[in-house]
Every structure is written in structure tokens, then in C-alpha cells.
């Protein structure tokens, strides 16, 4: 009865498991042997043509286009998220009137999906009909704000809308890291005469460091992954000048016919994101027991 009981959970846990295993290493699996196929409009396993597609992948000026528009969007994204989410977050810290008013205001736009967002920051950045449009409606007529249009600033459209929707979010992660800290600990710096700006540098971040470590992993797994953001705020364009590696990869495969070429860039992308994130994890996880 006993043995029973033990095997109940597992059992009720188990077809979930492999279930996940299957969709996510086994896709995994299944992109990397399309990588080195010669596979076009469909798979096509008889074909086996190695390295060919990476090779040609790193010969397309619109690959490097698409990796350095991912460096500048993961950067600033994940580094503006993460200021103004702390800015915000010790701005509600300090016991503030209407503290639940402006916690739900803030946390509103990580409601909205990346799709509502893009196509919402779409109509505020178009020339004809938001911002720059109001403004001149308003007599402002020297006011110009085209980024949209232009093909080296529209990337940077994109991270402001990204940082609107996922600051809120980063401040709810370290406003809860801050309310989890002693109040007493502040109290005996200041007492010591620190000022506040050090206390939170030198005392409250370190404390937070597993906050901001978590923030990292889930804002920079949202910037890979800004596929939905980028498509319906930009398109890509204009041309492919804000091209990321989920946009190149969605192009190469569903509208070029080049599967084989579209799933060496993703395994090239697994493999970027492995070659940072496991090292770090690693890291974290074993310094652990020495801080026990």
C-alpha cells in the first residue's frame, strides 16, 4: 500500500514529463538534424550536406544584420527594464499614498502581450498618425520623430517598447526583494551616516542579488524571443533593418523555403545562449553549499 502511494505522485507527474521532454529537447533534437539536410520547402533526410548550411549562414550580411540588432535590443532592453524597474521600485519602497493605485498602473503593460504592445507603439510612432502627427497638430510643426522609418534608429523603437511593457514587471521582482529586506539593516547605516544612494549601492543591491539574477534570466530569455514584438511593431524592415535571429530564422523557413538554413540559425542560437547562460548557472549553483 505503502509502495502504491509513493508511485501515485509519480505516476500523476510522468506523462507531463515526457510529454515536455519530447516537445522541447526533442524539437531541439530534430532542428539540429534539419541543420545539416539539405532541406528546402520540406525536410528532406536523404540529403545530408554537413556544415554547408552554417557555412553559407555566416556568409549573409542579413544574418550579422539580425545578431547585432539582438546585441543592441538584449542590452538596452534588459539594462533599461531592469534601472527603471529599481528606479520605481524604490520609489514605492518608501511607503508612498496609492502605493496599490500605481503598483497596478505600472504592472499593467506586462498584461498585454508583445503583439497588443507592437501594434500600439506602431500607431504612437508613425509619422502620419502619432506622435510626431499630434505634435504638429498642436502647432509643433519643426517637431520630427521618424525613428520608425529610418533604418538605423528603428531598432531603438523597439527597445522602448520592449522597456515599457517589462519594467513594470522587473520593479513587482525587486520591490518584493526590497520589502524582504530588514529595515533595521538601513537604520545602522544611516545611523553609521551613509547616505541613501550608498546604502541601496553598496548594502540593498548586493542584498537583491538573486533578484537581479532572476530578472536577468527571464528578461534576456523575452529578448531572445522577440519575435511577435519585432514583427508587429516593424516587420523586419525597413527592408531587414531590424532583422533578430527569430525574424531571420521565421523568414528563411516559412517564406524562403530554406529549412535547412533556418534551423542552423536557430541551433546557432541555441548553442550562443547555452555558451552563456550554463557556465553562469553553474557558477550560481556551486557557490551555494559555500555560502550554507
Not at 262 to 275: D, H, K, N, W
Request: hydrophobic share 55%.
Amino acid at each position: 500500500m505503502r509502495t502504491a502511494e509513493n508511485m501515485l505522485p509519480k505516476l500523476v507527474v510522468a506523462p507531463g514529463f515526457v510529454l515536455g521532454f519530447a516537445f522541447i529537447y526533442g524539437l531541439m533534437i530534430w532542428n539540429g538534424v534539419l541543420s545539416v539536410t539539405g532541406s528546402r520547402m520540406l525536410p528532406n533526410y536523404d540529403t545530408f550536406v554537413g556544415l554547408e548550411q552554417y557555412a553559407e549562414l555566416w556568409q549573409m550580411d542579413r544574418w550579422y544584420v539580425a545578431l547585432t540588432n539582438l546585441g543592441i535590443f538584449s542590452v538596452l532592453y534588459v539594462g533599461g527594464s531592469m534601472a527603471l524597474g529599481m528606479v520605481l521600485a524604490i520609489f514605492l519602497d518608501q511607503k508612498v499614498r496609492a502605493e496599490g493605485l500605481l503598483r497596478t498602473i505600472y504592472l499593467y503593460p506586462m498584461a498585454l502581450s508583445f503583439i497588443v504592445t507592437g501594434t500600439a507603439w506602431k500607431w504612437i510612432l508613425n509619422p502620419s498618425l502619432g506622435l510626431e502627427k499630434l505634435m504638429h497638430d498642436l502647432g509643433w510643426s519643426s517637431f520630427g520623430f521618424d525613428w520608425l522609418v529610418q533604418s538605423d534608429l528603428a531598432i531603438y523603437c523597439i527597445v522602448m517598447a520592449g522597456v515599457w511593457q517589462s519594467a513594470g514587471f522587473a520593479m513587482a521582482l525587486f520591490l518584493a526583494g526590497l520589502r524582504g529586506i530588514d529595515d533595521s539593516i538601513i537604520k545602522a547605516a544611516q545611523i553609521d551616516g551613509a547616505s541613501l544612494p550608498r546604502i541601496y549601492w553598496r548594502i540593498i543591491l548586493p542584498v537583491l542579488r538573486p533578484v537581479v539574477f532572476s530578472t536577468v534570466l527571464v528578461l534576456s530569455h523575452l529578448s531572445i524571443k522577440s519575435f511577435d514584438l519585432v514583427m508587429a511593431l516593424t516587420g523586419g524592415g525597413p527592408g531587414y533593418a531590424t532583422d533578430v535571429p527569430a525574424t531571420f530564422m521565421y523568414v528563411m523557413s516559412f517564406t524562403r523555403g530554406q529549412i535547412g538554413l533556418g534551423a542552423a540559425s536557430a541551433t546557432m542560437m541555441l548553442a550562443t545562449v547555452a555558451a552563456i547562460v550554463v557556465p553562469y548557472l553553474y557558477s550560481e549553483l556551486r557557490a551555494k553549499p559555500h555560502e550554507r
